[in-house]
């Protein structure tokens, strides 16, 4: 099970900020949340990860809630090449002393010119 | 680009064949995975190896038979695939899978190949 709530899909208008969430309500205290995003005909593609601190870098911010069940990514202005399915993924141990990432069905988000 | 290609992109095979999948990835990384994305699951890890070492196996059926020669190369070798085997099928890799604790071992992200797309007739 992916242990990630996303909406199945968002709209944006483009150049507007876009704020798409997601619940991890039985998140671990020490897995990361990372979200990758896979345009049409890609493979997924890194976007941002992050612990307990929101996070920024060139392509989005993550915000994080401080009880850490909740995350939101945030495209600051949407362009139409953001349009793809975004995944919220926890870093997810499996056994012992492996850990995998495990992926949703993510959130399709399209972007109207 | 990101560093992870895949080749061939496009595969019919018919299921009596034998075919290979192959993938590159020029960053230096000691971790590779293979994924199947089919039409209507969510992307489903299948194999994981760390420093050439198979570390996962995700209950794939034995007509899937992963290669790992060195850390830049993975293979994953085809023989009597079933049509519902038809699927995308993504390489990825990363610094490593696992730095020995939970903690450090989140940090490290993946770098997917384009994928070949296989249809199993």
């Known amino acids: 099970d992916a242990k990630t709530t996303q909406p199945n899909s968002m709209e944006s208008n483009e150049e507007e900020p876009v704020h798409l969430p997601c619940n991890h309500s039985?998140?671990?205290?020490?897995?990361?949340i990372h979200w990758y995003r896979q345009l049409p005909s890609q493979g997924p593609e890194y976007v941002i990860h992050?612990?307990?601190s929101n996070v920024n870098n060139r392509m989005a911010s993550l915000a994080i809630a401080e009880d850490r069940k909740s995350s939101t990514l945030i495209l600051h202005r949407a362009t139409l090449r953001d349009a793809a399915v975004y995944y919220c993924?926890?870093?997810?141990?499996?056994?012992?002393?492996?850990?995998?990432?495990?992926f949703g069905k993510g959130t399709k988000l399209s972007v109207k010119p | 680009e990101t560093g992870v290609t895949q080749t061939p992109r496009h595969l019919v095979m018919g299921m009596t064949n034998k075919k290979s999948l192959k993938c590159e990835q020029h960053?230096?990384?000691?971790?590779m995975y293979w994924y199947k994305q089919s039409a209507k699951k969510p992307l489903e890890l299948m194999f994981v190896?760390?420093?050439?070492?198979?570390?996962e196996n995700n209950s794939v059926p034995s007509r899937f038979s992963p290669e790992c020669p060195n850390s830049s190369h993975l293979f994953l070798h085809l023989h009597t695939l079933q049509p519902e085997d038809s699927a995308l099928y993504l390489c990825?890799?990363?610094?490593?899978?696992?730095?020995?604790?939970?903690?450090?071992?989140?940090?490290?992200?993946?770098?997917f190949g384009p994928g070949t797309r296989l249809t199993v007739t």
């Open positions: 990825a890799s990363s610094q490593r899978a696992w730095a020995g604790t939970r903690l450090a071992g989140g940090i490290y992200e993946q770098y």
């Open positions: 039985t998140i671990s205290g020490t897995d990361y």
């Open positions: 992050g612990l307990t």
């Open positions: 993924i926890l870093f997810e141990e499996v056994g012992g002393s492996q850990g995998n990432l495990i």
């Open positions: 960053l230096g990384h000691n971790a």
């Open positions: 190896y760390n420093f050439k070492e198979q570390t």
